[in-house]
């Protein structure tokens, strides 16, 4: 029985991924253009000492080496705004139903992640992989509750929104190969997939009132990926006005609330996160139509210094 719900809740998780234009369009790389690296970057701003290992010779007309250049370029975009963020390696592996990142970690504590595509579909990369990436700055845990994991996965279709857009103007100039220059319009492409009008609120509509109508179904069903994309299309005009907001999220998922309320789940992670990076947590809580808690006084002097995990 366990079997059967489990194979129900990973087709459900698959069915949510897109699989409109914004998968199928993609970029197909000419071949004498891989394995010459750009001269002007080698390594993407913002990856620091991050690890990323694909494995496996397994992923059609794509080679390892430059899945990970795509990958690292995906992973910097987001890693500008984790300064002092250390993590793991990632090891990339190749899945078959749907893009996952384990629970279980490798022998020596590396972060195991499985991406689904075949061949050299370097946006649908690219999409899943700072999907999956934003989970781990998340601290994405078997213990959150249910009921609140549809926020963790919108917010992390935000990070695949946000990185794509990101690097769509970082390829114009400065891609992984200098040939792959004119594929930044490849990726703005599929980033302005994913933020059709369908994947934003109804006109006059407030991400309050859309959370009391959906509020329910995404507590049921944490990968409803149509409305992960309204509710990360919504918040994501906070954190391209303020990229340093992202560093948020490392607090997220960092302690246990008094109850499973969305409420209660918030107010968590704002009070876990330091003063000085306490704003755009606040921000998201207002745009709920939810309180934001009170601090105590020994609690906002604790937070001062702002550290990052």
Same mark, same amino acid.
Not at 12 to 34: H, K, L, M, N, W
Not at 253 to 278: C, H, I
């Given at each position: 029985?366990?079997?059967?719900?489990?194979?129900?809740?990973?087709?459900?998780?698959?069915?949510?991924?897109?699989?409109?234009?914004?998968?199928?369009?993609?970029?197909?790389?000419?071949?004498?253009?891989?394995?010459?690296?750009?001269?002007?970057?080698?390594?993407?701003?913002?990856?620091?000492?991050?690890?990323?290992?694909?494995?496996?010779?397994?992923?059609?007309?794509?080679?390892?080496?430059?899945?990970?250049?795509?990958?690292?370029?995906?992973?910097?975009?987001?890693?500008?705004?984790?300064?002092?963020?250390?993590?793991?390696?990632?090891?990339?592996?190749?899945?078959?139903?749907?893009?996952?990142?384990?629970?279980?970690?490798?022998?020596?504590?590396?972060?195991?992640?499985?991406?689904?595509?075949?061949?050299?579909?370097?946006?649908?990369?690219?999409?899943?992989?700072?999907?999956?990436?934003?989970?781990?700055?998340?601290?994405?845990?078997?213990?959150?509750?249910?009921?609140?994991?549809?926020?963790?996965?919108?917010?992390?279709?935000?990070?695949?929104?946000?990185?794509?857009?990101?690097?769509?103007?970082?390829?114009?100039?400065?891609?992984?190969?200098?040939?792959?220059?004119?594929?930044?319009?490849?990726?703005?492409?599929?980033?302005?997939?994913?933020?059709?009008?369908?994947?934003?609120?109804?006109?006059?509509?407030?991400?309050?009132?859309?959370?009391?109508?959906? =509020?329910?179904?995404? /507590?049921? %069903? +944490?990968?409803? #990926?149509? *409305?992960?994309?309204?509710?990360?299309?919504? &918040?994501?005009? !906070?954190?391209?006005?303020?990229?340093?907001?992202?560093?948020?999220?490392?607090?997220?998922?960092?302690?246990?609330?008094?109850?499973?309320?969305?409420?209660?789940?918030? =107010?968590?992670?704002? /009070?876990? %996160? +330091?003063?000085? #990076?306490? *704003?755009?947590?606040?921000?998201?809580?207002? &745009?709920?139509? !939810?309180?934001?808690?009170?601090?105590?006084?020994?609690?906002?002097?604790?937070?001062?210094?702002?550290?990052?995990?």
């Amino acid at each position: 029985m366990k079997r059967i719900i489990f194979l129900i809740l990973v087709l459900s998780y698959v069915a949510a991924f897109p699989g409109s234009a914004a998968v199928i369009r993609e970029v197909r790389v000419d071949p004498q253009a891989t394995s010459r690296p750009s001269t002007a970057t080698t390594r993407p701003a913002g990856t620091g000492k991050l690890s990323i290992r694909v494995m496996g010779n397994n992923w059609g007309s794509a080679s390892s080496v430059d899945i990970r250049k795509v990958l690292e370029s995906a992973a910097g975009e987001l890693l500008k705004s984790f300064p002092d963020r250390r993590l793991n390696p990632i090891i990339i592996q190749r899945g078959r139903m749907a893009p996952i990142t384990l629970y279980r970690r490798g022998p020596k504590g590396e972060y195991l992640m499985k991406l689904t595509p075949d061949g050299q579909y370097w946006c649908q990369f690219a999409y899943q992989f700072s999907h999956e990436f934003c989970h781990i700055l998340a601290n994405y845990s078997h213990k959150t509750p249910r009921a609140n994991k549809w926020f963790e996965e919108s917010l992390c279709e935000m990070a695949s929104i946000y990185a794509l857009k990101r690097m769509a103007v970082a390829w114009k100039t400065h891609p992984p190969y200098e040939r792959w220059k004119d594929y930044s319009k490849d990726i703005e492409a599929y980033a302005d997939d994913l933020q059709k009008a369908e994947d934003k609120l109804p006109k006059g509509k407030t991400l309050a009132s859309w959370y009391k109508e959906n =509020s329910a179904a995404l /507590r049921r %069903t +944490p990968w409803l #990926r149509a *409305k992960n994309r309204i509710a990360a299309n919504s &918040m994501l005009t !906070l954190f391209e006005s303020n990229p340093s907001g992202w560093a948020a999220v490392s607090y997220l998922n960092s302690g246990k609330g008094e109850s499973d309320s969305f409420q209660d789940y918030l =107010s968590n992670w704002y /009070r876990k %996160t +330091p003063a000085g #990076r306490r *704003k755009i947590v606040g921000d998201i809580i207002k &745009m709920f139509g !939810l309180r934001i808690p009170a601090i105590r006084a020994d609690k906002q002097a604790s937070g001062r210094d702002g550290s990052s995990r």
